[in-house]
């Protein structure tokens, strides 16, 4: 009786030593985490872009010597280089709108032409949507005033989120930065990844896993955000060249739709239809609208030379990951999501088609 109340004991200690070092390690793991909860999405990003910057990085290796340090470097100032131009150049349409907006407003003011006859025929909306139009076209100054509340909210709102972009773009050049830092020791990095891999997955399994995650992330950072900035980029330089109001606006439109895997063409066909009705038909305009609407189906020739290769993720994974990256990190997550949710949708589908071998029963 006595040894077994013995091991009874001595499996309860062990049990509580294995929770308290369990506990331990669980408070540790939280306080790691809250400490790089700020840096996230930037680390996130930067590894991403490191991941999708480093096979252009190995072919310049060889005509620059074979140094990571130096090749990294020059890929970083030439993408800086590359992303300020067109950026500033977009903000400072998006101000200028802004502020020529603002001007019409105090020295004309808001004339609101009151509604036509056939909206009070809508259904459900057709009534209430007349009797607020109409008072706005006839007494605008006391509708402001009755919902106040309401446009201020919607105001701080808007201006809440476009300061986000700002931001998000200023996060997206650090991030550029770090992942240089990460392509410097890129081949240290490519083999800490397999061991990671190999540690949780097994030696067999281990280079596999990292292999399929290294190839979802370029083919998704490529193939939906890529193509998305650089249709973007097409986009809106075609719009602040042609002087289209409220340019940068239209431009981050295009962003949205791109990575949502959206047709470009539901914004560039207005456009172009509005600059022709404002400025009718010209050598300016014909040379514009073949422009812009070309910039707009750019992704049909760019999509089968960066999507796919191997890699199959389908399009609502896509749309949810930058739906809900941009919901839960501002500008910064509509370019994470849809990276980090093709992995997460791929490392799924590789846990179930990878069942483990059924043992051959013995014969009777």
């Given at each position: ?85 067109p950026v500033y150049l977009l903000g400072a349409s998006f101000a200028d709108s802004v502020e020529s907006a603002m001007a019409l407003v105090k020295n004309e003011g808001v004339h609101i032409p009151p509604p036509d006859p056939s909206v009070a025929g809508w259904p459900v909306v057709g009534k209430p949507l007349t009797a ?181 993720v389908p399009m609502p994974v896509v749309l949810i990951g930058a739906l809900g990256g941009m919901v839960t990190s501002g500008i910064l997550g509509l370019f994470i ?28």
């Amino acid at each position: 009786m006595l040894p077994t109340s013995i091991s009874a004991k001595a499996l309860s200690r062990g049990l509580l030593d294995v929770l308290i070092r369990a506990g331990l390690i669980l408070v540790l793991v939280l306080f790691c985490f809250e400490i790089f909860k700020p840096f996230r999405d930037l680390m996130l990003w930067s590894l991403i872009l490191a991941i999708t910057l480093y096979p252009l990085q190995q072919k310049l290796m060889g005509p620059m010597g074979k140094k990571e340090g130096y090749t990294a470097t020059l890929i970083v100032l030439v993408a800086i280089v590359i992303l300020m131009v067109p950026v500033y150049l977009l903000g400072a349409s998006f101000a200028d709108s802004v502020e020529s907006a603002m001007a019409l407003v105090k020295n004309e003011g808001v004339h609101i032409p009151p509604p036509d006859p056939s909206v009070a025929g809508w259904p459900v909306v057709g009534k209430p949507l007349t009797a607020l139009w109409q008072q706005a076209a006839t007494d605008l100054p006391d509708l402001t005033a009755k919902y106040i509340p309401q446009i201020k909210g919607v105001s701080l709102e808007l201006l809440s989120k476009l300061a986000g972009v700002g931001m998000g773009f200023l996060t997206f050049i650090f991030a550029l930065i770090i992942a240089g830092i990460f392509m410097a020791h890129g081949e240290a990095g490519s083999q800490s990844a397999v061991q990671i891999a190999s540690r949780l997955n097994g030696p067999e399994k281990g280079p596999k896993i990292a292999e399929l995650c290294t190839a979802t992330i370029r083919a998704v950072a490529l193939g939906v955000v890529g193509i998305a900035f650089i249709q973007t980029l097409l986009v809106g330089l075609g719009f602040v060249l042609k002087g289209v109001p409220g340019a940068g606006l239209l431009a981050l439109a295009v962003l949205l739709l791109g990575i949502m895997q959206l047709p470009v063409t539901l914004i560039t066909v207005p456009v172009i239809a509005f600059v022709f009705a404002t400025e009718g038909a010209s050598t300016a305009t014909i040379v514009f609208a073949i422009y812009v609407f070309i910039a707009g189906l750019v992704d049909n020739v760019l999509k089968p030379l960066l999507l796919g290769r191997g890699v199959d993720v389908p399009m609502p994974v896509v749309l949810i990951g930058a739906l809900g990256g941009m919901v839960t990190s501002g500008i910064l997550g509509l370019f994470i999501g849809p990276v980090v949710l093709a992995v997460g949708y791929q490392l799924f589908w590789q846990w179930v088609r990878d069942r483990p071998q059924e043992e051959p029963q013995p014969l009777p």
